[in-house]
């Protein structure tokens, strides 16, 4: 019985290994044919002088829309690998223009190519791949909240340009039946455009200042997360209502949280013990004493309503509209205190004639 398990377990791995082996596309070999001179390939931008800028220094860079560039990508063979007459060397990118390759003598206007096929192409001397393409402009799709069933819609951004090389085998001239490798570092960057920078700088400018004066908020985020989704318009505008509305929230002054906060503290402390007697609680405790303590804090609310008196006076003599429309509010709180100290004096000569 164990033998015959093997031999089935055996049969089933060869079955499906000559399954991938007829498959049309796939990862033929593992082995890398070609490698790309990163240290002598180079970019040249049209629109900005012509300087040379080494292809890893361009990686993943930003790049304004509708710049020519022009790059030149050495590849070299990888010495020992076989190269069989199948190989070819496909092309592709997304540049604009449209996309102009040379390779050898053959130049092509296409945004993807296959060259370098045949025995007598590879017994050549390799030669580099040359392109010329503009830079597209900086849309890509992006996700509507609420509406991600809609998978086409397109927003402003930094948007993904690419420029592949990839060895395979063809059969048509056009397309790859199987791939070998992809050459790597794929060239990667990206478009974008003064408005879509000027815009992210105003955005950072009023974000930043509106969270110097109520600090972090949940639509800070959503303001940055509009501008990454693509919609740099949107969030450069609301920015602007943000910061102005945060122009208009004033913190209250550090003394004024302090007073608040022992003003309710005594509040409540007060309320406490008037109910805790009124209902029959703390039988044997001195009366008087506790008449005494509610005296005293209504005479600690009286202190702190005087230091209020004398913030809200403060306000009142400024130039500032708002400081004066907060003194109004400071004395509306202070009459409220009175009252309350008031009442709380009234709860001490009821304690004290239980």
């Known amino acids: ?5 093997y031999t089935s377990l055996v049969v089933l791995v060869l079955s499906f290994a000559l399954l991938f082996l007829s498959m049309g596309i796939g990862t033929a070999s593992a082995q890398d044919v070609l490698r790309i001179d990163v240290d002598n390939s180079y970019i040249i931008n049209l629109d900005t002088g012509g300087t040379k800028t080494y292809y890893a220094d361009f990686l993943n860079t930003d ?93 402003i951004g930094k948007r993904e340009v690419y420029i592949k090389l990839t060895v395979g085998t063809t059969r048509d001239g056009a397309t790859l039946e199987s791939i070998i490798q992809p050459l790597e570092p794929s060239m990667k960057f990206y478009s974008t455009s003064e408005k879509i920078q000027a815009a992210k700088s105003e955005m950072e400018e009023n974000l930043e200042e509106g969270k110097g004066k109520i600090g972090e908020t949940d639509l800070e985020k959503d303001i940055r997360s509009l501008y990454e989704g693509g919609h740099p318009g949107w969030a450069s505008k609301l920015s602007k209502d943000y910061r102005a509305l945060t122009a208009t929230v004033k913190k209250p002054p550090l003394e004024l949280y302090v007073i608040l906060s022992v003003i309710v503290g005594l509040i409540l402390g007060s309320a406490f013990v008037y109910a805790y007697v009124s209902r029959g609680g703390g039988k044997g405790v001195d009366v008087s004493q506790i008449s005494f303590e509610l005296n005293d804090t209504s ?21 500032d509209d708002e400081k004066r429309s907060a003194a109004r509010d400071l004395i509306k709180i202070r009459a409220s205190l009175n009252e309350i100290s008031n009442e709380i004096r009234t709860i001490a000569d009821r304690i004290k004639e239980r």
Do not use: C
């Open 1 to 5: 019985m164990k033998r015959l398990f």
């Open 63 to 155: 790049q304004f829309e509708g710049h020519t560039l022009e790059f030149t990508v050495y590849v070299n063979e990888v010495a020992k690998t076989p190269i069989l007459d199948e190989y070819v060397l496909k092309l592709e990118t997304n540049l604009e223009g449209p996309p102009e390759w040379k390779f050898g003598d053959d130049i092509y206007h296409a945004a993807e190519v296959i060259v370098w096929k045949g025995k007598e192409e590879h017994e050549l001397p390799m030669r580099p791949v040359e392109l010329r393409g503009k830079v597209p402009k900086p849309l890509k799709t992006v996700e509507e909240p609420g509406f991600v069933e809609y998978k086409e819609i397109d927003g």
């Open 299 to 319: 005479g600690k609310i009286e202190e702190k309503s005087s230091s209020i008196n004398a913030i809200s006076t403060k306000f009142a003599r400024s130039e």
